[in-house]
């Protein structure tokens, strides 16, 4: 093999590698609510040190730090036993769904009144609401609703949190991952399993009798326990 073949094989894989990333990051239809990755044009030294500077200001003021791999949490008095699962990999899943918007106020669904005293950081101050809908084959429209979506996002922070549930269904998820030896979260006694990718964070339980799905972005430890003492 060629030097210059070489050099193709290598650029070829390493794109193969960074687009398996990016299907991951997008939901249904392709379309992304979020964009994770920063694209950074190349400056002098030292205004990469001022601006690394500024970005480590703004997490020190944070409550909290993100959590780190195997993170484990107690505390008896507040109910909660918190474990943070480490993936050192997750695959990207192909989703044949839509995304419609909903009147949600004309749905009778108890679970919603969740979503009135629900803890979100005060900074993801942009909202989406819809409904996933898959067919019954490949000759139907889009008309079997999955689940329902409650987003809040801040593009600017790139911080976003992505609540899928349902009473019929599991939420249909665009990414996949093995759960071997991971250990449970329990939080007012409700049992369940938390995974993090990088400075993504994926949890799903069932509770009420309806399915929760969740994935967040660039959460602190406390923002992440808050969201879910406040739906649990």
């Given amino acids: 093999m060629t030097n210059k073949e070489k050099l193709k094989k290598i650029v070829s894989n390493d794109f ?30 030292c205004l990469i040190a001022i601006i690394m500077g500024v970005l480590f200001m703004k997490q ?13 949490y107690n505390d008896k008095e507040k109910n909660i036993e918190l474990h943070i699962n480490h993936l050192n990999r997750v695959g990207a899943t192909r989703i044949d769904a839509k995304v419609k918007e909903i009147a949600f106020d004309e749905l009778n669904i108890s679970v919603i009144e969740i979503f009135n005293d629900i803890e979100i950081p005060k900074e993801l101050n942009k909202f989406q609401r819809y409904g996933i809908y898959t067919r019954k084959d490949q000759n139907s429209e889009y008309n079997v609703l999955n689940s329902y979506v409650y ?16 009473e019929t269904n599991k939420p249909l998820r665009d990414y996949r991952f093995s759960e071997e030896d991971s250990k449970e979260t329990i939080i007012n006694n409700i049992k369940f399993k938390i995974f993090q990718y990088e400075e993504i964070y994926f949890t799903e339980f069932t509770y009420k009798g309806y399915n929760f ?20």
Avoid: C, H
């Fill in 16 to 45: 193969n590698k960074r687009d398996n990333y990016n299907k991951i990051m997008k939901k249904v239809e392709g379309e992304s609510m979020k964009n994770n990755v920063w694209k950074l044009s190349v400056v002098p030294m």
């Fill in 60 to 72: 020190t003021n944070s409550s909290s730090q993100i959590l780190s791999p195997g993170t484990t």
């Fill in 151 to 166: 987003a809040y996002f801040n593009e600017e922070y790139k911080k976003d949190i992505r609540i899928a549930f349902s």
């Fill in 213 to 232: 799905d969740i994935e967040t972005t660039n959460i602190t430890q406390d923002e992440l326990v808050n969201l879910l003492k406040s739906i649990i």
